[in-house]
């Protein structure tokens, strides 16, 4: 089972806990959540979002935490969003 990958981030004076699913196939589920939030929401993540994530992913792979097809999946995605 492919682990989730998290992080905190502050907007506007809102700080957010961010956190990527990896939902099998070639699909990435983005969700974020506040404090006052009870539940995740979904969200369209910014172009910084995904260099994050690649940054992350990679950093996982390199200490074996991550396969190699989770680190090409968020590389062609990033890809194709930045386009």
């Not at 990958?5 to 907007?11: A, S, V």
């Not at 990435?28 to 506040?34: D, G, Q, S, V, Y």
């Not at 979002?49 to 074996?64: E, F, N």
Request: no cysteine; glycine share 4%; net charge positive.
């Amino acid at each position: 089972m492919r682990k989730n990958i998290g992080w905190q981030e502050h907007q506007d004076e809102t700080k957010y806990e961010i956190r990527v699913l990896f939902d099998g196939g070639d699909r990435i589920l983005w969700r974020r959540k506040t404090k006052q939030m009870e539940r995740w929401e979904p969200f369209d993540p910014l172009p910084e979002h995904w260099a994050l994530l690649l940054q992350k992913t990679h950093a996982r792979y390199v200490r074996r935490q991550a396969p190699y097809k989770d680190l090409q999946l968020v590389e062609r995605l990033a890809a194709r969003a930045a386009s």
